[in-house]
C-alpha cells in the first residue's frame, strides 16, 4: 500500500509569490490534516480536512488554505508568501474511526 | 501557550543506554498521546500511542508511562541502539469521533546514540 505523498518535494519561491502543495493519502484514507514544521515553533497544526470539508482550523492567518477533492487528494495554498513561511510542510492521512495518523515526507519550502 | 512541553531538547547516550524523553500537557481533554520518530529529510512516524486509562504500554524496546494526576507522560527506550538515533516528538490530542483530529506536539528531542 502506497504512503503519504506529497508533491513536490522541495519548492523555492520569491516573497510575495503564493505557492500550492499537494498531497495524496493513503488510499482508502478520507482525512487529510497539514502541519508546519520549523526550527523555532516546531510542528504546529495547519487544519483537517474530511470528505471535502474543513472540520478543524489551526492558528494561521488566512493566506493559508487549504482544499480537498472527491477523491480525498489535498491541497494548501500559502498566498503572499514571507521569508517567514520557510519550513517543512507535511501532511497526515488518517481513516474513520482509526487514530494513527500516517505523515508524508514532507514539501520543504524555502521563501527567498 | 505551548499546551504540551518536552524535555530535554537533546540528549546522548551510550549504546545500550536507557534514554527517557518527558513530556507534560495541560488540556486535562486530552486523551490520546502518540511518540512520533523522525529521521532527517522524512516525516514523524508514529512509534507508540497510549490512551490516558493505562499507566504503561509496552512495544518491543519502546515504553511509555504515563501518570494521569500529574499530567506528564514518558517515553523509555530500552537497550537504544545507534539506529534510533533520530528527533523524538510527543504529542496530545483529544480524540473524537471521526477520523483525523488536531495533534498538538512537544517541540521535539533530538536523541543521538553513540555505538
Known amino acids: 500500500k502506497a504512503g503519504v505523498t506529497q508533491t513536490p518535494r522541495y519548492l523555492i519561491k520569491t516573497r510575495g509569490q503564493q505557492v500550492t502543495l499537494s498531497c495524496s493519502p493513503i488510499s482508502g484514507h478520507r482525512s487529510v490534516s497539514w502541519y508546519q514544521q520549523t526550527p523555532g515553533q516546531g510542528l504546529q497544526f495547519l487544519f483537517e480536512?474530511?470528505?471535502?470539508?474543513?472540520?478543524n482550523k489551526g492558528n494561521f492567518p488566512g493566506r493559508f488554505s487549504g482544499r480537498q477533492f472527491s477523491n480525498s487528494r489535498s491541497e494548501m495554498n500559502v498566498s503572499t508568501l514571507e521569508l517567514g513561511d520557510s519550513a517543512l510542510y507535511l501532511c497526515?492521512?488518517?481513516?474513520?474511526?482509526?487514530?494513527?495518523?500516517?505523515f508524508g515526507q514532507g514539501t520543504r519550502l524555502t521563501v527567498v | 501557550q505551548q499546551q504540551v512541553k518536552q524535555s530535554p531538547q537533546s540528549l546522548i547516550v551510550q549504546k545500550g543506554g536507557i534514554p527517557i524523553i518527558n513530556c507534560a500537557y495541560e488540556n486535562t481533554a486530552f486523551d490520546y498521546f502518540p511518540w512520533y520518530q523522525q529521521f532527517p529529510g522524512k516525516g514523524p512516524a508514529l512509534l507508540i500511542a497510549?490512551?490516558?486509562?493505562?499507566s504503561e504500554k509496552k512495544e518491543g524496546r519502546f515504553t511509555i508511562s504515563f501518570n494521569k494526576s500529574a499530567k506528564q507522560f514518558s517515553l523509555h527506550i530500552m537497550d537504544s541502539q545507534p539506529g534510533d538515533s533520530a528527533t523524538y516528538f510527543c504529542a496530545a490530542s483529544i480524540e473524537s469521533g471521526g477520523s483525523n483530529y488536531k495533534l498538538t506536539f512537544g517541540k521535539g528531542t533530538l536523541l543521538t546514540v553513540n555505538p
Open positions: 497510549i490512551r490516558p486509562d493505562v
Open positions: 480536512y474530511f470528505s471535502e470539508t474543513q472540520r
Open positions: 497526515a492521512s488518517s481513516t474513520p474511526g482509526v487514530t494513527e495518523a500516517f
